[in-house]
């Protein structure tokens, strides 16, 4: 693999379609899913209301809802199409996350890369929930990730030096820029300096 053009995200919150909102105005292809189907529409018909570039006024028509994800795996097993990367981003649950990562990486297998969108939990708290951990990494994207020009990525001891770089070069992709954490830490770069800010604030706040 040496680029990323094919994305899947499974969870159409806030968090999802707004991903999927900004790879798609930069130009990837990006598949949707929530267990919801009705998620998902809602999702669409919110991207259907947002500014259109002049440049690229239907680029939402890249984001393509997928009902069955068994349905689309099988037209990747069967080189109809292809996704390189998948991207969890469902609510920030352990069990969830851990169901939904052995789900996906079941039905993509390697070299498909699998992602998670989780902003604290620490990537080997849910690689061996992934099978071939070694396309496992952490990217973590910031609300309101459509304006937010900051995106986290991080890996664990298993995941592939290439795997990180991917990863950097689709955050550079889409005008963002990649804090790359080389070690695992709880919050990542910026939400761990967030939290610094705010618990100094808070101690101001008790000294006034």
């Given at each position: ?6 994305i899947?995200i499974?969870?159409a ?7 999927a909102?900004?790879?798609?105005r930069f130009?990837?292809?990006v598949?949707?899913s ?7 529409s809602?999702a ?5 209301e947002?500014?259109t570039?002049?440049?690229d ?11 069955q994800l ?5 037209e ?18 352990v069990s969830l996350?851990k169901?939904v990562?052995?789900e ?6 390697a070299?498909t890369?699998i992602?998670?969108?989780s902003s604290y939990?620490?990537p080997?708290?849910l690689?061996g929930?992934?099978?071939q ?6 990217l973590h994207f ?12 991080v ?8 795997v ?11 005008g ?5 954490l080389r ?5 990542y770069?910026?939400n761990?300096?967030?939290q ?13």
């Amino acid at each position: 693999m040496t680029t990323i053009e094919n994305i899947l995200i499974v969870g159409a919150g806030w968090v999802g379609r707004q991903t999927a909102a900004r790879l798609a105005r930069f130009g990837l292809n990006v598949w949707l899913s929530d267990k919801a189907a009705q998620v998902c529409s809602h999702a669409v018909d919110w991207m259907h209301e947002l500014p259109t570039y002049d440049a690229d006024p239907a680029w939402c028509e890249r984001v393509r809802i997928a009902s069955q994800l068994p349905e689309l795996a099988a037209e990747v097993s069967a080189g109809e199409l292809h996704i390189e990367l998948v991207i969890e981003s469902v609510p920030e649950q352990v069990s969830l996350k851990k169901r939904v990562l052995r789900e996906l990486s079941s039905l993509f297998p390697a070299p498909t890369i699998i992602a998670s969108n989780s902003s604290y939990f620490i990537p080997s708290m849910l690689s061996g929930f992934v099978t071939q951990p070694s396309r496992f990494a952490h990217l973590h994207f910031h609300v309101p990730v459509l304006e937010d020009s900051v995106v986290d990525i991080v890996g664990c001891a298993a995941t592939d030096p290439q795997v990180i770089e991917l990863l950097r070069e689709l955050a550079v992709r889409i005008g963002q820029h990649p804090l790359l954490l080389r070690r695992e830490h709880p919050g990542y770069i910026f939400n761990w300096l967030l939290q610094s800010m705010l618990r100094s604030a808070l101690e101001l706040v008790e000294l006034d």
